[in-house]
């Protein structure tokens, strides 16, 4: 059975995409710890991040790594955390968080965020992205 978040990428469930390649896509997280937690995800569903090939497992940390320089522009904080966890959903997906505090990275604080805020945050970091000339930003 197809994961929810292939199923987002298939369309067939919404998501706030803000970035989108052959490889990977990143999405808003419908419970964010704070705003502008990113998903970076594999478009192949591989459960576990160690069963990632590393070339695969190198583009996400990049693509990773571009989202965090947008997220410092969009919604500056002290740092910006990434996490692995992989508990929640089958198929690999990496955290990227503004934080200020390491309680910025704990699920203990994740909350429901509503439709019109996911779309508004989605649209601030795609154009951050963009005018880091990140093409792939264009969704």
Known sequence: MA???T??????????FVW?????VAILTIQPIRQGHV????????????DLPLELAAHLMQVSHKIANA???AY?????????????VPHTHLHVVPMDSMKDLSFEY????????????????????????HQEAQV
């Open 76 to 88: 500056p904080a002290t740092r910006v955390g990434l996490m692995i966890a992989g508990l929640e």
């Open 71 to 73: 997220l410092k522009v």
């Open 110 to 133: 994740a909350k429901n965020a509503d439709g019109d805020t996911l779309k508004q945050t989605a649209e601030k970091i795609r154009t951050t992205l963009q005018a880091q000339g």
């Open 20 to 24: 989108k390649d052959d490889k990977a």
């Open 39 to 50: 998903l970076v995800i594999p478009r192949e569903e591989i459960d576990q991040w160690s």
């Open 3 to 5: 994961s929810v978040f």
């Open 7 to 16: 199923l987002i990428m298939e369309g067939k469930i919404p998501g706030n």
